[in-house]
């Protein structure tokens, strides 16, 4: 039985040779050959491609998607650490995210930035070894630079190269459950409004999120999908809509009248440039991570970082390969040794520092690269079509820059401005507009579309909605990977609603590990090829396959 099912996992990925998988032929290559083939050749032409109109609207658009629902974590640590994480920590985490990687990294478009699963992970870290009257800053910061090791050795390994076990059905399933945790998320903020207000003010904060998400998805759909008006207004409309979203529903609670008699919750801030816990920590940032913690801490300290470490390797990674896919007509190399390697780095200086480690974002990544694609209307279809992608590194670096400028006093007041019902509808339209396009809702809709219509659609030869694969595969196999999706779903967001949240981690790489030598046991190799592939395109596999191998 086990040679049966070698065999099948090596016809899984019959274009590669099984063994490539296991050889680690040169240490440092991958890093190598990222930085030569990706960052030193295309650096210059990053620069140049950013300076255009498309730079500007990505840019607005990811600064308020990537802000605001840090912030709201920020207020989840917040609550559950005892004030030891506040806006302070989040917004220099995002900002130093974004101008590292921006800056620096070989895939520019991977959104870095506070990230729900590295809350998640903070807080329960705290409400672990509180009770063991362990010091949290300096516990974390060891927590960190274990981690960051692990990083470089996982780096210089070439043990990246893995990702390309990596098929989409991790990917989708993962992409799902970030967008019904942002749904959850939304929804636990209007909740809370009634332990933080009057029960007036809660209900008010509800319509105010309501509308709000109804005008945000509505203005998307029309500018991405709608045929009313030319090009260039729904261009506007698409680009602009939720940023102004935020801006006007923010203003819209001082429009008076009825809302004169209203308190809506508004965003704690701090002082400007300072840490949030003045108590356990010191003003100057730094944290001593040698002073009142115990040799047995230390080392108390490394499964927690292999946790974080196996986390940041699935969560960037998969962020990255969902920001870089084959829907996207991008035409530079990707880069995944470095990256990992540089994401190291922010996760130790984020330890000595005091702040949650960034790492890479869903949906913000993947929205990142939608802000720059370049769209033509074909009139004969009636479809919008992406011709290109504006690839550059200016977009990250300024949206990270902008977050620095929020951390000044006037930004922070006016942040200060902002009711919280705000964040639950950005919560919302982040995440209904990026939801219907995940493969999981998308084969939930193609299983109980009409039969008719389903007959009528597949004698088109480009079906609108569904790929052509969801049609030429066998029903009961559709189903049977629809419920598989589904129970990685459950098994994924589950054990992050108990105390048990920490394990996350090894839920991801537990469904990572078992899809290559579960699936072809399940599935014919021919239905499988119809349902689930690489995720990585084949720019991005020979990216992989030259910068673990050798040096040409």
């Known amino acids: 039985m086990f040679t049966a099912g070698r065999s099948c996992i090596h016809t899984y990925y019959d274009r590669y040779k099984a063994n490539d998988y296991f050889r680690v032929r040169y240490f440092g290559t991958g890093i190598y050959n990222d930085i030569r083939r990706r960052l030193l050749k295309y650096y210059v032409s990053d620069i140049k491609d950013g300076l255009t109109y498309r730079t500007i609207p990505s840019t607005i658009y990811i600064f308020f998607t990537n802000l605001l629902p840090a912030i709201a974590f920020a207020q989840d640590m917040f609550d559950h650490t005892n004030n030891s994480y506040g806006v302070n920590e989040v917004l220099l985490a995002s900002?130093?995210?974004?101008?590292?990687?921006?800056?620096?990294?070989g895939s520019p478009l991977c959104i870095v930035g506070v990230t729900g699963p590295v809350s998640i992970f903070n807080y329960t870290v705290y409400e672990i070894i509180e009770p063991m009257n362990i010091p949290y800053f300096q516990f974390m910061c060891w927590i960190c630079l274990w981690s960051m090791g692990f990083h470089f050795i996982l780096a210089f390994t070439n043990s990246v190269n893995f990702m390309r076990f990596v098929t989409k059905f991790s990917c989708d399933v993962f992409g799902f459950f970030i967008n019904i945790v942002y749904i959850q998320k939304g929804i636990q903020i209007l909740t809370h409004q009634f332990e933080l207000a009057d029960p007036a003010s809660a209900f008010a904060s509800i319509v105010v999120a309501l509308v709000m998400t109804i005008f945000g998805v509505s203005s998307q759909f029309f500018g991405s999908k709608s045929h009313y008006l030319p090009p260039r207004i729904r261009t506007f409309i698409r680009d602009y809509s939720v940023p102004l979203c935020v801006v006007f529903f923010t203003g819209f609670i001082h429009f008076g009248g009825y809302l004169d008699d209203i308190k809506f919750t508004t965003l704690p801030i701090t002082k400007s440039f300072h840490p949030t816990d003045t108590v356990n920590r010191r003003p100057d940032w730094f944290i001593r991570f040698w002073e009142d913690i115990r040799v047995r801490d230390v080392f108390l300290a490394v499964p927690f970082a292999i946790l974080l470490t196996a986390l940041f390797y699935y969560d960037h990674n998969i962020s990255s390969l969902i920001c870089q896919s084959s829907k996207f007509p991008l035409k530079k190399p990707s880069s995944f040794h470095y990256d990992f390697f540089l994401l190291g780095v922010t996760t130790g200086?984020?330890?000595?520092?005091?702040?949650?480690?960034?790492?890479?974002?869903?949906?913000?990544?993947?929205?990142?690269?939608?802000?720059?694609?370049?769209?033509?209307?074909?009139?004969?279809?009636?479809?919008?079509?992406i011709t290109r992608v504006v690839e550059q590194r200016l977009s990250n670096t300024f949206q990270g820059l902008l977050t620095l400028v929020m951390m000044t006093r006037p930004f922070l007041v006016v942040l200060g401005l902002i009711p919280q019902a705000i964040l639950a509808g950005l919560f919302w339209i982040m995440a209904i507009t990026t939801l219907d396009d995940t493969d999981v809702v998308r084969r939930l809709r193609f299983l109980f579309l009409d039969k008719e219509w389903k007959l009528k659609l597949s004698k088109i030869i480009i079906p609108a909605d569904y790929p052509i694969e969801y049609y030429l595969v066998r029903s009961k196999y559709?189903?049977?990977?629809?419920?598989?999706?589904?129970?990685?779903?459950?098994?994924?967001?589950?054990?992050?609603?108990?105390?048990?949240?920490?394990?996350?981690?090894?839920?991801?790489?537990?469904?990572?590990?078992?899809?290559?030598?579960v699936f072809p046991r399940i599935f014919p190799k021919d239905q499988l090829d119809l349902l689930d592939s690489e995720a990585a395109d084949e720019l991005i596999m020979r990216s992989l396959k030259l910068s673990s191998f050798n040096f040409d």
Do not use: R, W
């Open 95 to 105: 900002a130093m995210g974004g101008i590292v990687f921006g800056v620096l990294s």
């Open 349 to 385: 200086v984020a330890g000595l520092i005091g702040i949650p480690a960034p790492n890479g974002l869903i949906p913000q990544a993947p929205l990142h690269t939608h802000s720059l694609c370049v769209y033509e209307h074909d009139y004969e279809t009636g479809l919008n079509k």
């Open 478 to 517: 559709f189903i049977i990977y629809l419920i598989l999706e589904l129970l990685a779903f459950a098994g994924e967001y589950s054990i992050t609603c108990t105390k048990g949240a920490i394990g996350f981690p090894g839920v991801l790489m537990l469904i990572l590990l078992l899809v290559p030598i």
